[in-house]
């Protein structure tokens, strides 16, 4: 098992400036493992940053970059970067499984309706 700061060292090359912090360079597929917690996973753009040690403004150049096209592309005016394209998807299944359940349950209130209704006339 490793750890996220193995993982990071492995991904990474250091060039050295004089009289700086070195500057990180990170390969492809570092960046996609970490766009991917913030879109399949669904950990917040912050938290993943921090976890990291990256900067907020280069993580969400990395979702425009390798996020998904749904979520580069936005939906209906909601901000691709904050992940509520993402929130906004879990709601969606959330009531369309409600609306779901209050149809069948409407269909069985009408079928009841219909039994009683008989036996009284």
């Known amino acids: 098992m490793t750890s996220k700061k193995s993982t990071m060292e492995q991904s990474t090359r250091f ?3 004089a009289g700086r912090r070195a500057r990180r360079q990170f390969d492809e597929p570092f960046k996609r493992t970490v766009v991917e917690q913030v879109e399949r996973l669904g950990r917040s753009q912050s938290s993943v940053a921090r976890g990291y040690e990256l900067d907020p403004k280069m993580l969400r150049r990395w979702l425009r970059e390798y996020g998904s096209q749904q979520r580069v ?3 209906r005016g ?6 509520a394209v993402v929130t906004e998807s879990i709601a969606m299944l959330e009531m369309r499984k409600h609306l779901r359940d209050v149809e069948e349950e409407n269909e069985i209130l009408k079928k009841a309706l219909g039994v009683f209704s008989r036996h009284q006339r």
């Open 73 to 75: 592309g936005g939906s």
């Open 78 to 83: 909601s901000d691709p970067m904050t992940g």
């Open 15 to 17: 060039a050295s400036v």
